[in-house]
């Protein structure tokens, strides 16, 4: 049989070197990837310590992609960070200087709050109850 997973999501950042500096130095993502392809173009990825899949920095180069920087969600949390020491993390992002929306707030699945990177993307950083819980509205079909 197969096994397929998912390897990396495409963020559109409006440089390879700022989308480095927040993911790597800032949120301490790995850099997984930094290759040369020409042409100014590059195969960036980041990700969590430790995770399969990553985000694929992807430098806009047309207005219409420097128009989506920030805004490939349509203003929604579009991506989840997830965390086994909430406190620990939530404290060492703000004194990085990470620009949270919101205090910490107690939800039935676990602790989250929602920060933004510095393009604009909106990102939950959540804790959740017990490990493997899934977050709300996994299972549903819509």
């Known amino acids: 049989m197969t096994r397929s997973h998912l390897h990396a999501v495409a963020l559109v950042v409006p440089g390879y070197d700022a989308g480095i500096a927040f993911y790597v130095d800032v949120?301490?993502?790995d850099l997984k990837c930094d290759e040369d392809l020409g042409g100014g173009k590059r195969w960036?990825?980041?990700g969590p310590k430790?995770?399969?899949?990553g985000l694929l920095l992807a430098r806009a180069v047309t207005p219409e992609q420097s128009a989506a920087v920030g805004?490939?969600?349509?203003g929604r949390v579009g991506f989840f960070l997830h965390t086994?020491?909430?406190s620990s993390e939530h404290r060492r992002l703000v004194e990085?200087?990470?620009d949270f929306e919101e205090t910490p707030r107690h939800?039935?699945?676990?602790t989250v709050a929602v920060f933004r990177d510095p393009f604009g993307n909106r990102w939950d950083l959540l804790q959740l109850l017990e490990q493997g819980l899934p977050h709300p509205g996994a299972g549903k079909i819509f």
């Not at 430790?50 to 899949?53: F, I, Q, R, S, V």
């Not at 939800?107 to 676990?110: D, I, L, T």
């Open 84 to 86: 086994d020491e909430f």
């Open 107 to 110: 939800e039935p699945y676990g």
């Open 44 to 46: 960036v990825i980041v």
């Open 50 to 53: 430790g995770a399969e899949t």
């Open 71 to 74: 805004r490939q969600t349509g």
């Open 96 to 98: 990085a200087g990470v």
């Open 27 to 29: 949120l301490g993502f």
